[in-house]
């Protein structure tokens, strides 16, 4: 686990300690509300107290971020390697055991997931599109989850709306399910944006792929990264 100055949780990397928790959270039915950190999500909580104070009432935080787990083990000198948003995912698609909703992809891409993963037990709600986190029918989410027992809800809406959705449901207190906010996760999983082989001290070149993808909107994002590269180095301190 990698300890952030100004996160109250420590950003878990282990996939087993990942996969554990989840599992324990849906046996004892205990409602566990978990955000996926990338480096973009650190970038907007270093700049806005307001979000900064959202990501810290998550129950936990997963690392996202490449850039992270290479700084951690550069200052300390370990061999960590992180397990992502998209590794989780396509670990738990493929896990039957569970009764799993997802919600803020279309229809289409829903089924391409679900025929991929031929998981009977992977389930869809069409939540439509709300410009405002505020505007989303939360009973009709509530409703479909407490009556197909489903244990866990992906959220994926993209940063920083599924985050204000999930505390949300977790404000309301009426599921016990496990609600992970995880962004483009189905994406990678159906190779709509490449995942990187490459990994050198724990940094994935996944930033380079996208850029190379979708130039105009990633590169503006890698270069606020880069630019508060300094405070993402006093993280750590």
Not at 163 to 183: A, H, T
């Amino acid at each position: 686990m990698i300890k952030l100055k100004g996160f109250e949780k420590s950003l878990y990397v282990e996939k087993n300690l990942i996969l554990d928790l989840i599992d324990s959270s849906v046996k004892e039915e205990t409602p566990m509300h978990m955000s996926i950190i990338d480096a973009v999500v650190l970038n907007r909580a270093l700049k806005d107290e307001k979000y900064n104070k959202l990501l810290n009432s998550f129950d936990e935080l997963l690392c996202d971020s490449s850039l992270i787990v290479f700084l951690y083990n550069w200052i300390y000198n370990k061999k960590i390697k992180g397990f992502n948003g998209p590794d989780l995912f396509e670990v738990l698609v493929h896990e039957k055991k569970y009764n799993q909703l997802i919600i803020g992809t279309t229809q289409e891409m829903f089924n391409e997931v679900k025929n991929k993963s031929s998981n009977k037990n992977l389930f869809y709600l069409d939540i439509g599109f709300k410009n405002n986190w505020k505007d989303f029918n939360y009973e009709l989410i509530e409703s479909y989850v407490l009556s197909n027992n489903i244990n866990i809800l992906w959220v994926m809406l993209g940063n920083p709306k599924q985050d204000y959705v999930s505390m949300k449901l977790k404000d309301r207190g009426l599921i016990n399910s496990v609600v992970i906010s995880s962004g483009a996760a189905y994406l990678f999983y159906l190779d709509s944006i490449k995942n990187s082989t490459i990994e050198i001290k724990g940094l994935k070149f996944l930033w380079l792929r996208r850029i190379l993808q979708n130039p105009r909107r990633q590169l503006i994002r890698s270069l606020e990264v880069l630019k508060n590269i300094k405070k993402f180095i006093n993280l750590f301190k």
